[in-house]
Every structure is written in structure tokens, then in C-alpha cells.
């Protein structure tokens, strides 16, 4: 499960190897209760890059003393690039952070903060409530994602929803956020989930890609960023694009601990503040979003880092409040194979003060004011 994080590392960018993540799976086998996790003692800014693009627009008296933290996100796709741009363009610097990005993919995310070797997780909410049904006392601070980011996409056999009865369809793993999403597309286009197709556990997105491309499976659910880019190849079909569906739902959160929004609620409001940004920055400058995916998925092809750029900017709220709906979704399609899912509410997994603050203050209108005039 580790493997894929190998090539996360970007140097100079904050982000650490994917060796942190052996210590964490070691430090999390025998942890059943999440741990709270104390912000760091502050740490030493890290020397600007040359070249340095600069600054987040950000309060000028941004502290020097920065305050350090780990943030983990579960998946290495575009949907996490604000990420990339907050480290990048000095947004959390100026909000007196200092945050190295670790990627923990899967059940590794929510392991990570429980071992106390990150403090926040940036995570697809499937893996997140799992933990929280599981007894982790997670809560969810903001959603930057509350739509289904996926497609459906078929094969030289699949050409349309009719086609897709008796068929192979891949997905990450059982019980992932792809396989229930999955389920509920399949329900969704009027068939049986259960009877009408079987699932086939192949991998995360590249793999996933490459099974389809080479006849293994007969349709796949695909994550945004790869959809946009093989829907049109010959011989694939894209047979529903759920981004453009009214569908709420809870498809990113950023997660931490009860116990740490009580330790430290100033870290964490300072974090939603920086994020709320980086999403407002990633929706207002395409060549600063396109920089931040190129960059994230460490790949220098800026014509298909723009073209996802398109596709992510339709998908990022203006205003990342948690929605019970979208988390609702999420409990209901959890609860199939977990049921503990079902003794879950929505307001029990909701933390919306910090969003509620910025928006209240005006911020939220301010990012996106000037844009307007």
C-alpha cells in the first residue's frame, strides 16, 4: 500500500518520503484509541527556494516563529493539490505554519493521526468515517470536495448502461471509497449493484486505468483527473460523469481529533483559514492551479495539468462547509458493509466553527471579492 507513495516525495516542497509512513503503520498496529496530538514546539522557517514564487496575500505580520505540523492526505490525485499550492505560494507561512505533507494512502491516513505522527488529515470522508465508526474520535472541520468526483468509464465493450450488466468493474478495494461510490453509481444508472455487475479489486487510479486499457476489466470508476484524460482515447466510453450530477456528497474533508481542536484550536483555525485560501486561489488563478497539480502529481506536462485544472476548479466550493447531506451519503453507503455506520449522525462528525467564523467575518466574501469587481 506504501508503494505508490514512493514517488510523493518532492524535495524542496515539504513533503516527506514515504519512510515516515513504515514508522506510523508500526506505530499504529497496536493503537486502538486515537491520541491526542499537541501542536509542536515551534520550529525554524525553512530557507525559501530560489526562484520562489511570492507570498500568499496573507497578513504581513505573519509570525517568524512558525508553529510545525504534519498534515497527511490519503490520495495523490489533483484533488489535494490546494495542498501543493498553500505549501508553494507561502499561505501557510503567512498563517504561521510550518506543515510537512505526508502521503498516507487508504486506512494509513487515519493510522497516521492516531500514532500521533500527523496532526490534521486531508482525506477521502469514506476512510475518514470508517475510522470515526471504527471509535476514533475524529471530527470533520471543513469539506473541499462535496460532490462525487468520479466517472464511469467503459471499455470497447461497454458503450452505454445497458452494456454494463454482467460485467467486470474495477475498483481500488472492497469497502473503499471507490467501491461504494461505485455501488451507488451503479444504483444510480437504474441497476443492481449487487446482481447486475461484480467488482474487481485491481489497484488506485493508475492501475485502474491500465486493467481497462488492457481489456482485464470491462469499466472502471475513475477519479477526475484520468477520466478527463482517457474518456475520449478510442475505444473507452465515458458512460456517466458524476461532477455534473446534483448529487451532494462528501467526497474530502479535512479531519483531526476532537482532542486537538480542544489543545489547540488556534492551530487549527489558522490551518482553515490557510486552506479556505489555497481553494480560493486554485479557483482564481488557473496558472497558479495548474503550477500546484503539475507540481503535486510531480508530472511536467502543463497542457494535462491545465486540462485537470478545468475539470477540479468545477468541483471546489467556495465556501468548504461540512454537508450533512453529502455526509449522510456517505453513512448510508458506509453502513452496507459496516453497520456500525448506522448509529452515526451527520452532526455528530461536523465541526463547522472555524468555516463559520471566516465566513461570518467576511472573509470567505473577501478571497473571492476582488475577483468580482
Not at 525559501?48 to 516563529?65: E, I, N
Request: net charge negative; aromatic share 6%.
Amino acid at each position: 500500500m506504501i508503494a505508490e507513495s514512493d514517488r510523493r516525495t518532492r524535495g524542496d516542497s515539504g513533503v516527506r518520503s514515504s519512510a515516515l509512513l513504515a514508522l506510523i503503520l508500526l506505530l499504529a498496529s497496536g493503537c486502538a484509541r486515537p491520541s491526542s496530538a499537541p501542536p509542536a514546539a515551534p520550529a525554524p522557517a525553512t530557507p525559501a527556494r530560489p526562484g520562489d514564487t511570492p507570498a500568499a496575500t496573507a497578513p504581513r505580520d505573519a509570525p517568524q516563529d512558525l508553529t510545525h505540523l504534519t498534515l497527511a492526505y490519503s490520495t495523490a490525485s489533483a484533488a489535494n493539490s490546494p495542498l501543493q499550492l498553500a505549501q508553494d505560494r507561502g499561505i501557510f507561512r503567512a498563517n504561521g505554519l510550518d506543515v510537512d505533507l505526508i502521503h498516507a494512502p487508504g486506512n494509513t491516513g487515519p493510522a497516521a493521526v492516531l500514532a500521533g505522527q500527523a496532526q490534521m488529515l486531508s482525506s477521502g470522508c469514506t476512510e475518514a468515517v470508517g475510522a470515526i465508526a471504527g471509535g476514533a474520535d475524529f471530527v470533520v472541520v471543513l469539506t473541499s470536495i462535496n460532490r462525487l468526483q468520479y466517472e464511469l468509464v467503459g471499455g470497447p465493450s461497454v458503450t452505454n448502461v445497458d452494456a454494463l450488466r454482467g460485467k467486470r468493474l474495477a475498483v481500488s478495494r472492497i469497502g473503499s471509497s471507490s467501491h461504494l461510490a461505485l455501488r451507488f453509481i451503479v444504483k444510480y444508472l437504474g441497476l443492481d449493484p449487487d446482481q447486475d455487475v461484480s467488482y474487481v479489486q485491481v489497484g488506485n487510479t493508475p492501475e485502474r486505468v491500465s486493467a481497462l486499457l488492457a481489456g482485464s476489466v470491462d469499466a472502471s470508476i475513475l477519479s477526475s483527473d484520468e477520466a478527463t484524460l482517457i474518456g475520449n482515447q478510442p475505444g473507452m466510453h465515458t458512460i456517466v460523469d458524476m461532477t455534473t450530477e446534483d448529487q451532494p456528497y462528501c467526497g474530502n474533508a479535512l479531519v483531526m481529533t476532537r482532542q486537538y481542536t480542544r489543545d489547540a484550536p488556534d492551530v487549527g483555525r489558522r490551518l482553515t483559514r490557510a486552506l479556505v485560501e489555497a481553494l480560493a486561489r486554485f479557483r482564481q488563478s488557473k496558472a497558479e492551479g495548474t503550477d500546484a497539480i503539475a507540481r503535486f502529481l510531480n508530472d511536467d506536462d502543463l497542457d494535462k495539468a491545465a486540462q485537470l485544472w478545468e475539470t477540479w476548479v468545477r468541483l471546489f466550493p467556495e465556501k468548504p462547509y461540512p454537508d450533512p447531506r453529502g455526509l449522510q451519503f456517505v453513512l448510508d453507503e458506509l453502513a452496507q458493509t459496516d453497520p456500525r455506520a448506522k448509529a452515526l449522525t451527520p452532526d455528530q462528525l461536523i465541526d463547522a466553527t472555524w468555516v463559520r467564523e471566516l465566513d461570518q467575518s467576511g472573509f470567505l466574501d473577501s478571497l473571492y471579492r476582488s475577483a468580482n469587481r
